[in-house]
């Protein structure tokens, strides 16, 4: 019966979505220094998650990061560098066609086969191109050439992928038109700060609730792909 398929599938992007983000969050506060400290602070209690409790519902801006990177290490040792273009390869694909004759013009995933660099984009570039980078980038591109623009929160309009200098590529606007999330490796709620993020698969630096500025919205999920995705 159809309302019982619509039930499960709510049920599998929630359920399997949020354990994960319970465990991250459990093992942060086990084992990470920085959400040690803070949520033990704040009165956040393992395993947490009860929505009001804690300090801002346990959300931190992005802001309050700064300097503070060495202690998103796991204590067992790890990276302290953030990657800006997290999820780049697997959210490029959902949101564009790209196929390995696609000519990328600035930002592609790493194992891509044909990139250049916009200062070396050729005058008229042959084939399927696409040119993937920010606004100010994109503005040196000819108008004819595909684009899609990483965008922040603050840029954030109808097209592109949105990014963050921490948590990378958090997600992008599909055939839908809706943003969606980088479901299910970014897990994203509501918190009284914004829209909190989660990088449910990134053990080092660890990312857990952090609020990018400007993150405004609230998550819903998308009728044609039954996934997340960051409403209006
Ligand atoms: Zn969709």
Redesign the pocket.
Known sequence: MAWVRVAHCAIVWTFGWRALYRQVVRSSFATVPFYRERWALHGRTDPVMVAGKGERDGAVPAEELAGRLPDLVPLAGGSATPDPLRGLEIVLHQCARISPDTLIIGAAPEYHPRVVAFESTPDEPRGHVLAVGTPGQLAGVGQDIPRVPLVTFAERGSEGLLVDDLLGVLGGV?????W?VDWPRVYARETPLGLAFTLLLQRSPRLVDIVPAGASGRIAR??????P?IAA
């Open positions: 599909r055939d839908c038109g809706n969606h998308c009728p044609q792909h039954r996934t995705v």
